[in-house]
């Protein structure tokens, strides 16, 4: 299994401002997600972390918006750039400690973001 | 595309009442299946899992089977209680390429057990 903690656990920002989401997990992980769950709603995929290299995005997420970093097999960081009031959501970060689809992905306590 | 479909809520029962969640899901290839839950306040745990054709999942209390034929993964309880007030979201991911990388949800279901 993997723990994984976030930080911050809540934020209140203001628009056109920045916010860095930290992710650490306390085992080596092969595959780091980051997801965001917008009031109400379901969980949506931003991207994969990828370590060493770029993240993969999903449609309709833009690496100027979410840029991600994945220094090591431990830690992500997810930012939210230039806010606006949409962004508000949650946002998770969730780890899978090998490659095998079939493989529970574990998740962190979520990061709540309110844009003013 | 994949897809999972879920009951809507909210549903309401009382305590020691017998709970089911409908999942259905849409797939291209052989799709894990996972329940996860969502405490008020807190991040997603997951409640159980099957890899498999009529596989069970079971954790607390809970229970649900692998039916590739109906392609479903009903959530059951036989008894609940009020600390299982919560939302609930059903899960997929595929064993294929970049698509086995991501877990696609259902919209969830919030359930309320009231004493």
């Known amino acids: 299994s993997a723990v994984i903690s976030q930080k911050p656990s809540r934020d209140i920002c203001q628009r056109g401002t920045s916010l860095t989401i930290q992710c650490q997990v306390d085992?080596?992980?092969?595959?780091m997600f980051w997801y965001r769950q917008q009031p109400g709603q379901s969980l949506t995929l931003i991207a994969t972390a990828n370590q060493g290299s770029e993240a993969t995005y999903e449609s309709g997420f833009v690496i100027d918006k979410f840029p991600i970093s994945r220094p090591n097999l431990t830690f992500s960081t997810l930012t939210v750039s230039n806010m606006s009031p949409e962004d508000s959501s949650i946002y998770l970060c969730?780890?899978?400690?090998?490659?095998?689809?079939?493989?529970?992905?574990?998740f962190g306590p979520g990061t709540r973001l309110l844009v003013l | 595309g994949d897809s999972v479909t879920q009951m809507e809520g909210p549903v309401t029962l009382s305590e020691e009442a017998f709970l089911t969640i409908n999942c259905t899901y849409t797939a291209t290839g052989y799709p894990s299946l996972f329940w996860y839950v969502q405490y008020p306040g807190e991040g997603l745990q997951l409640l159980l899992k099957?890899?498999?054709?009529?596989d069970k999942g079971s954790n607390k209390g809970f229970e649900a089977t692998y039916r590739k034929e109906t392609t479903s993964f009903h959530l059951e309880k036989g008894s609940v209680q009020v600390s299982d007030s919560a939302v609930y979201f059903c899960?997929?991911?595929?064993?294929?390429?970049?698509?086995?990388?991501?877990?696609?949800f259902g919209g969830g279901t919030r359930v309320l057990v009231k004493p």
């Open positions: 969730s780890a899978r400690p090998g490659l095998a689809f079939q493989e529970t992905q574990y």
């Open positions: 899960a997929l991911t595929l064993r294929s390429g970049a698509a086995g990388n991501k877990l696609t």
């Open positions: 085992s080596q992980v092969t595959m």
């Open positions: 099957a890899t498999k054709a009529d």
